[in-house]
């Protein structure tokens, strides 16, 4: 019996392996047949997607070339020049194709447009053409120029529940609801532009591979090439997971680092073209996340003012950025302080307490000599314009010129054409040179009476009264 059973078998497992073979030869060359048949059942991407040639083989691999996504209206949300795909391959013998058949996708130069909601809900939209430049009209109603810290808050809350409605009313080209992912997702050399709230960002040269699975996590490796927008600067690297079990929205825990960004780009005011390197870590929501890290900058030139070697930790939450301990050189002396900026207001505070700063270096040709110790403030915003900069400061002994001197004191105010001077004092042995006030606004000094004192006696040897 089981001889007869054995021969019958040594014909029909030949038979049936010839037939899988035909089968998944035929499937294998009727791959775009497949493709067409299962865009025109899927509903998780919107509108229309073609191809203009496919390969496969008989493993579920599958290439392709130029790929099109079109919306409903007929315009492009997305055009792949060439990439490539696996499948579970028990899918396509049974003809049972669903999200989950897909286990890698691999997209290589497609310029790909993603938005985002306050809730970190995906959706891919059309690529906008870059709008030629144009002198900007200014919109009396939304223009932040010249609006307090307080009205800029409110107006950038009132363009968040804008582009919310928006975002509500406009079609949905992506939907990932009920709709599991379980694969491997590759972009190389891909231009990115992402649209959260009311932020653009542009990513060019991005190489990104993820892994994905819609009911657990995402785990993701990412770096870029240049990038703008909102934000200007050389590179980006990201790599981390996101947990999407979490409700309501993911959370993250990512280790991000962006390079050489440009300060004039967020905003900082006065054109600031030195750069910023970031390394930062971010945890917890994706749509409110908050981050630490540190900064670098190897110089930053303001005007009359030049750092280097800059250093300082970094916080990030709620749209403000913290930097409790920056150190820097500064005028061969050191500068400790610590400030916060706001990304949506654009205001910045920065304190600072310099050390041994010499005077030689910051006011050069003017003779002045000695070392001075300052405590600074610093409030402003992208308009330097608006920036007020005021403290106090002492000296060392030193020289003006061919007078000696024991030591320089005083406090000031400094805004735009508007310079002023409180307390000045100046010690010169047993004199000291006192004025309660002196100031130069728009170009015109006034000073109240200079007093010279005799510091062990307080009797007031002469007084200068300035003449207009």
């Not at 006030?437 to 015109?444: E, L, N, Y």
Request: charged share 25%; proline share 4%; with cysteine.
């Amino acid at each position: 019996m089981w001889k007869k059973i054995w021969n019958y078998l040594k014909f029909i497992l030949p038979a049936i392996a010839v037939i899988l073979f035909l089968w998944l030869f035929v499937l294998s060359r009727s791959a775009a047949r497949i493709f067409n048949n299962a865009m025109e059942q899927q509903d998780m991407l919107q509108g229309t997607i073609t191809v203009e040639a496919i390969w496969a083989d008989m493993t579920g691999y599958v290439e392709f070339a130029n790929l099109k996504w079109t919306d409903p209206r007929g315009e492009t949300i997305l055009f792949v020049p060439e990439g490539s795909l696996r499948v579970h391959l028990w899918d396509i013998l049974t003809m049972n194709i669903s999200s989950s058949t897909l286990q890698e996708l691999t997209l290589k130069k497609a310029k790909v447009s993603i938005r985002f909601n306050e809730d970190m809900n995906v959706d891919f939209i059309r690529s906008e053409p870059k709008p030629k430049k144009t002198s900007p009209k200014k919109d009396t109603k939304n223009s932040l120029a010249d609006k307090s810290e307080e009205e800029r808050r409110r107006i950038g809350e009132e363009k968040r529940k804008r582009n919310e409605q928006q975002l509500e009313s406009q079609w949905k080209n992506f939907n990932q609801e009920g709709h599991r992912l379980n694969c491997k997702l590759t972009l190389e050399n891909c231009p990115i532009e992402i649209f959260y709230l009311n932020r653009h960002y542009y990513l060019t040269g991005v190489y990104f591979e993820a892994i994905i699975d819609t009911d657990k996590a995402l785990s993701l490796n990412a770096y870029t090439g240049r990038f703008g927008g909102t934000m200007v600067g050389s590179g980006m690297t990201i790599h981390g997971d996101v947990d999407l079990t979490t409700e309501p929205v993911p959370e993250c825990d990512l280790s991000v680092l962006l390079q050489d960004i440009q300060p004039s780009s967020l905003g900082f005011g006065l054109n600031i073209q030195d750069t910023i390197t970031l390394r930062t870590y971010f945890t917890g929501p994706l749509s409110h996340p908050t981050g630490r890290g540190d900064l670098y900058m190897k110089q930053l030139r303001l005007p009359g003012l030049e750092f280097t070697n800059i250093h300082s930790d970094i916080y990030y939450e709620d749209a403000a950025l913290i930097f409790p301990n920056v150190t820097a050189k500064v005028f061969d002396g050191t500068l400790e302080a610590d400030g916060t900026y706001n990304i949506d207001t654009r205001y910045y505070r920065i304190h600072g307490l310099g050390k041994n700063l010499q005077a030689s270096q910051a006011l050069k040709g003017s003779g002045l000599s000695c070392p001075v110790d300052l405590d600074m403030h610093l409030i402003s915003n992208e308009n330097s314009r608006n920036s007020r900069f005021y403290g106090s400061f002492t000296s060392g002994a030193g020289r003006y010129k061919w007078i000696p001197f024991d030591r320089l004191s005083g406090r000031f105010s400094n805004a735009y054409h508007d310079l002023r001077f409180y307390d000045a004092r100046i010690d010169i042995g047993h004199y000291q040179l006192q004025t309660d006030f002196f100031s130069i606004i728009d170009g015109k000094l006034t000073l109240h009476p200079v007093d010279l004192v005799n510091t062990e006696t307080g009797e007031i040897r002469m007084t200068y009264h300035h003449t207009k």
